[in-house]
């Protein structure tokens, strides 16, 4: 499979664990009320930590969806013939 390919992948795979840990360790108890401000709205989301968190578990299931591609464990081309 190529670069394009397989960045494609990644970048697919990230997004749905990306949002799949979005909610998790989220505080919606608010210290302090802001006017126009939409109540269920964390006060600190933790972005760079599920960013992190998001980057590793992605990481790790590219590296063994990849090796299946590898060594022809996951072929896609064989399964829809």
């Not at 990644?10 to 401000?37: H, N």
């Not at 590793?56 to 996951?74: N, P």
């Amino acid at each position: 499979m190529s670069i394009t390919g397989l960045a494609i992948i990644y970048i697919i795979i990230w997004w749905i664990v990306f949002f799949a840990i979005l909610p998790i360790d989220v505080d919606r108890q608010k210290s302090i009320k802001i006017d126009g401000e939409d109540p269920g709205s964390p006060e600190n989301p933790k972005m760079i930590k599920k960013f992190i968190y998001c980057t590793v578990i992605t990481t790790v299931l590219f590296t063994i969806i990849y090796l299946l591609m590898k060594f022809e464990y996951l072929n896609l081309r064989n399964i829809l013939i």
